[in-house]
């Protein structure tokens, strides 16, 4: 192999007449794949209060709280949960998703959730 | 002759993360260098055993945010040795995607940082240009673009569909067309070659004694490789690949080997897709480790990285010790820095591919002089902070 100088000047040169490898963002986005890990959402409906997410949350980034807790006349004992989520601390790891028996948790897809307060990166789900 | 010590770090504009050398040098000549690490200490290995394994396996994959797949790798293949489990062999083959496309991010990367620091910022640009696409198959496939999340106790989270296998193998047969121009650049480009043929010497009998760790010791001329000495995942069974290696033991041998390990990784990635097997990608694991030590290890990008893990039978390690390959570099580098210039202090560095955070442990702080160690528990600790800051007049 002989050395030449400029070996990348073609390349540069053809490139001057190729559009810009980057967007405009945050005029213009990229979408984000299918799977993508956004942040944790919660179905209070679906919660049986098992605090799996809880315990393998690495991040303690959830909590679950006993809402109310209701008896029919047939007996049935009906309980509702809520979780507050904290965004600030979140690592995105999707295993709260993972573990939950009930299916109650999903990733949404939103990827632009920064915030100059850290109070409204505190999310209750009820 | 008369020498002069020059101080860098702990902070310094030139380093990304804190550490301290002290170069002796003599005009534009290193004579001798030194190195102190232990300013990135983040107490890792003491948070594991106080995190469930699970937790761990997230908190181990942040030791290291270029190979943050390789160390929950290790970690998770250490914990399933323990744990008497064994993964399906689609979930192995997934595993070693995972690896091998992170191995293309990391030497795409590296390259344009190699660039960067001769001062080529042009090849700079197309090779983090063309890390993009790797980058764009990992989101796909993870939902993360660094850390991945992928590898857990039993397998791999993810599986792969027909469109993802699609779009991945696109992805790579394009990368696999723009590699061997960069490989053609680099041994071609006069200007870049006259700046790293030569520099950063490490001949192959000193790789072998001062116990240098992958690409370093594999462009010195070693074919030393996990993937092939220790076989992991699925390499020990059908994934065929060969270890590049490279005499010349210089920095533009390193730039040879991983131009040249990026072809391989893409033969890997192309065999793993074409030949997934069908079936499970993970089995049930439990959450409690019977009792027992391990010591796991793999390939990563930089070198090997071991983990060694020791179990009490409940859901908490007992002890993690984790040694990235940047620590089993060091003594490489401080070597090869020696004879050369000032200049060529920062792209010999970074030609081990150095990650300063990942390689912190804890540090003992000896007095050399004296011949003391001195070991500190956390109270003791706050008093000679308090007694340091008193006797420099503040109040506290």
């Known amino acids: 192999m002989s050395l030449r100088l400029g070996a990348m000047l073609p390349e540069v040169l053809r490139h001057l007449f190729k559009k810009p490898a980057t ?36 991040s303690e980034a959830l909590e679950i709280h006993k809402e109310s807790e209701s008896t029919d006349e047939a007996g049935k004992v009906t309980k509702r949960f809520s979780m507050t989520f904290y965004l600030d601390r979140c690592s995105h790891c999707a295993q709260c998703a993972e573990v939950c028996p009930k299916k109650a948790i999903h990733m949404d897809t939103e990827f632009e959730d920064a915030a100059f307060d850290r109070g409204a990166l505190k999310l209750t789900y009820k | ?64 945010g270029i190979c943050s797949n390789v160390h929950m790798t290790v970690f998770a293949q250490g914990v399933e040795k323990l744990m008497g489990i064994e993964p399906p062999k689609r979930g192995l083959f997934i595993r070693c995607l995972m690896g091998e496309l992170e191995r293309v991010h990391s030497h795409l990367l590296w390259l344009g940082v190699a660039g960067h620091e001769v001062g080529f910022d042009t090849f700079f640009m197309y090779t983090w240009r063309d890390r993009e696409i790797v980058e764009d198959i990992l989101e796909m496939i993870s939902g993360n673009r660094v850390n991945y999340g ?91 690949f060969n270890i590049v290696t490279d005499e010349g033991g210089d920095v533009l041998a390193r730039v040879v080997v991983r131009a040249k390990e990026l072809m391989e990784s893409y033969n890997i990635c192309e065999f793993i897709l074409k030949n997934l097997p069908a079936g499970e990608i993970r089995v049930k694991a439990p959450r409690k480790v019977p009792e027992g030590e391990v010591v796991s290890r793999a390939e990563a990008q930089r070198g090997e990285c ?45 030609a081990i591919d150095p990650c300063l955070s990942c390689t912190d442990r804890m540090a003992v702080i000896s007095d050399v002089r004296k011949g003391t160690e001195q070991v500190m528990d956390w109270e003791g600790l706050r008093r000679y902070g308090i007694e340091f800051h008193r006797k420099r007049g503040i109040k506290l």
């Open chain 1, 23 to 58: 967007v405009q963002y945050p005029f213009q986005k990229i979408g984000v794949p299918k799977g993508f890990r956004g942040k944790p959402v919660m179905d209070p409906n679906l919660c049986i209060g098992c605090q799996m997410c809880v315990r393998d949350c690495p």
């Open chain 2, 1 to 64: 002759m008369s020498t002069f010590i020059l101080p860098v770090g702990p902070q310094h504009p030139a380093l990304k993360e804190p550490t301290s050398f002290r170069f002796m040098v003599d005009g534009e000549t290193v004579v001798d260098a030194d190195l102190r690490l232990g300013y990135n200490h983040r107490g890792i290995e003491k948070g594991c055993e106080e995190r469930t394994y699970i937790q761990d396996l997230y908190m181990l994959e942040r030791v290291c």
């Open chain 2, 150 to 240: 992928m590898q857990t106790f039993g397998g791999v989270r993810r599986d792969l569909d027909e469109m993802q296998i699609k779009k991945a193998l696109e992805g790579i047969a394009a990368l696999k067309a723009r590699t061997p121009y960069y490989l053609n650049i680099g041994a071609t480009e006069p200007t870049l070659v006259a700046r790293i043929a030569g520099v950063g010497k490490l001949p192959k009998e000193k790789a072998l004694e001062l116990n240098a760790a992958g690409p370093t010791t594999r462009a010195s001329g070693v074919d030393f490789d996990v993937r092939k000495d220790d076989p992991y995942a699925g390499f020990g069974e059908h994934i065929p």
């Open chain 2, 306 to 350: 071991i983990h060694y893990i020791r179990s009490n039978g409940s859901d908490k390690p007992d002890r993690v010790k984790v040694r990235a390959p940047t620590l089993a570099n060091w003594p490489a580098t401080l070597y090869m820095l020696r004879g050369g210039y000032v200049a060529d202090i920062p792209i010999v560095m970074a």
